[in-house]
């Protein structure tokens, strides 16, 4: 039998250089949900393989990597003719590191920590300047939410009135699905980690939510309560567009 080769991804790609796992897995995975190709190295010379077999849209570099530092590696990249986006990652904050970066071939600059909906709309935006962006339609059951028009359209192609912060939440749990998403996670991604919001909001709105969806057994999707954590919502008929 012959092995056929898999054709390759038409997702954004992208490459994390941060020598921190948490932080890095943490942010690959969170990417991978959005709808990115993502992969990821602990230093410049564990990513310099990466980056000889394949293009990336987008490259995420934390400046204080062990061996060559992210300003280092960035210059040369460039010198080898890498014309991937660059986002960098640093802990610090002051004028001269952000023109060191800059200057070094970066096109845009984020101090840790950082609130990942922030690190998310800066990703989409340098991944849409590099000619790519991840899916904006996604279909669940019998409806359409449309990221671009911000929009969640039924079957007859009538609209549902949500809100802004309803919206929000259900794109988060959309992009999130067959996850247990704890209802800190939900605030921090929805709400924003600066506003103090009771947790059990999260259950008032995810009530509302299936209301206004007109939510049964039947609607092919569903948002599941996770007792004592939160939430998790099923796609069973609908996927990405």
Known sequence: MTTQ???PSTRPTILIVEDDANLRLGLRDNLRDEGYDVTDAPSAKEAAPHLESRVFDLLILDVM????????????????GVKSMVLMLTARSLEDDLVRGFEAGAQDYLTKPYR????????????????TAPPQ???????????????????????????????DLLAFLLRHRDRALPRGEILDAVWGRD????PRTVDNFVSNLKKKLGWTSTSGFTIHTL?????????TSGGPS
Do not use: H
Request: net charge positive.
């Open 5 to 7: 080769t898999p054709p």
């Open 137 to 167: 339609v996604v279909t669940f059951g019998t409806f359409t939410l449309d990221l671009g028009r911000r929009a969640v359209l039924r079957a007859d192609g009538g609209e549902v009135d949500l809100t802004r912060t309803e919206f």
């Open 116 to 131: 990942l909906r922030e690190l998310l709309a800066r990703v989409q935006a340098l991944v849409r300047r590099a000619g």
């Open 227 to 235: 007792r004592g954590v939160g939430y998790r919502m099923e796609v």
């Open 195 to 198: 506003v103090v919001v009771d």
């Open 65 to 80: 990597l062990p061996g060559e530092d992210g300003y280092s590696f960035c210059r040369r990249l460039r010198a080898e």
